[in-house]
């Protein structure tokens, strides 16, 4: 599967921006889809996921509550809707599948992906 991220941009704090990520391949519903953001000078850390089909999410403590991931099987596509934006949400967004089996027990390891898509920047100002 090849996963292209979009929808970034600069927004002001306590606003909203949605993320998409366009799969394309076969079998995009046997992915759980993750997103992970990375912010300049760390790592790249998990922030939300979804199971195969999607009756399963995953969030970062960080951002429960704020962050909603969603999926349409039907378009092959994966959402990040994102409210009540912080400046230390400022990172690159990156959407992510995984077929692997025991998602429940290893989402958040980058390891466990088997596509990324090339990023797209959300810039939070204060």
């Known amino acids: 599967v090849q996963l292209q991220a979009s929808g970034g941009g600069l927004v002001q704090a306590g606003n909203s921006l949605r993320l998409s990520c366009a799969a394309s391949?076969?079998?995009?519903?046997?992915?759980?889809m993750a997103w992970f953001r990375q912010a300049p000078g760390e790592g790249r850390n998990f922030v939300a996921g979804?199971?195969?089909?999607?009756?399963?999410?995953y969030y970062a403590d960080s951002v429960k509550g704020r962050f909603t991931i969603s999926r349409d099987n039907a378009k092959n596509m994966v959402y990040l809707q994102m409210n009540s934006l912080k400046p230390e949400d400022t990172a690159v967004y990156y959407c992510?599948?995984?077929?692997?089996?025991?998602?429940?027990?290893?989402?958040?390891?980058?390891?466990?992906?088997?596509?990324w898509g090339q990023g797209t920047l959300v810039t939070v100002s204060s």
């Open positions: 979804i199971s195969e089909s999607g009756s399963t999410t």
């Open positions: 391949g076969r079998a995009f519903s046997l992915y759980n």
């Open positions: 992510a599948a995984d077929r692997g089996r025991n998602y429940a027990t290893r989402y958040s390891s980058t390891a466990l992906y088997d596509a």
